[in-house]
């Protein structure tokens, strides 16, 4: 069983995560400590700041360079993704497709910090029936005092968008509570570091894992584990072109 990360900031020098190589392998090398054998790299894409193809440059060369020294160094092998932050009409945005998780139909979605209102959860639907793009929420936990939330919820319970927690959230306020609630009912599929830097969210995979296990028993943390090595496997499958 492989376990994956599939939120982080792990790539050098493309957004407020990892600030050069050096900082993504101390990183990387804390994952590897922690049980991780692949990690996505999320950097973040913004609508507003950023132009689709200048950004899909900008984070290949990034990635390139850090896959050598993956490869050479022996540390968890990395996928290429981004953390898509929502803009207004994201649901005709075919665009976006590219990126996609690793070259699946999954996309790490973040929201803006306030009232989901029906044009949000209206784009969330239609991102999934227009595009056939599977909406990952990230850090789901920080939205649930927002008007609307019980809105989305709806949409995770018809399997329209999936949710992902950080590690860090797990652990401590000011969102440990919701976290619990919301794994306790089924909402989430992933926990995944968010990590940027060592000081600045460092990955603590391992020690959220074990507060599950704690939690709620082994069968839950067992469950985290067990959905980022079916999401692997889709990657896997994508590279492979199946
Ligand atoms: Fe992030």
């Not at 020098?13 to 990183?27: C, R, W, Y």
Request: glycine share 6%; aromatic share 8%; charged share 25%.
């Amino acid at each position: 069983m492989h376990l994956l990360d599939i939120h982080s900031h792990i790539l050098p020098n493309v957004d407020d995560g990892a600030k050069d190589l050096d900082a993504s392998v101390e990183l990387l090398k804390m994952m590897k400590e922690q049980g991780i054998t692949d990690v996505i790299a999320t950097p973040h894409f913004y609508a507003s700041e950023d132009n689709l193809e200048d950004f899909n440059e900008r984070i290949t060369s990034s990635y390139n360079t850090l896959k050598k020294t993956v490869e050479e160094l022996d540390l968890p092998e990395i996928h290429l993704g981004a953390e898509v932050f929502y803009f207004h009409g994201i649901r005709k945005s075919a665009g976006i497709r590219s990126l996609c998780l690793a070259g699946t139909e999954y996309l790490l979605l973040e929201l803006p910090n306030c009232s989901l209102d029906g044009n949000i959860i209206k784009n969330i639907i239609e991102i999934n029936s227009n595009l056939g793009i599977i909406p990952i929420i990230a850090h789901i936990e920080r939205y649930s005092k927002e008007r609307g939330f019980k809105k989305l919820l709806e949409l995770i319970e018809k399997e329209i968008a999936y949710a992902q927690v950080n590690a860090l959230s797990v652990l401590q306020p000011p969102y440990s509570k919701t976290v619990n609630k919301l794994m306790k009912n089924g909402y989430i599929s992933f926990i995944a570091t968010d990590t940027h830097s060592v000081v600045n969210r460092p990955p603590l995979m391992d020690l959220a894992l074990n507060e599950v296990e704690k939690n709620f028993g082994k069968k839950y943390s067992d469950m985290y584990i067990a959905n980022s090595d079916k999401l692997l496997k889709i990657i896997q499958g994508a590279a492979n072109g199946k």
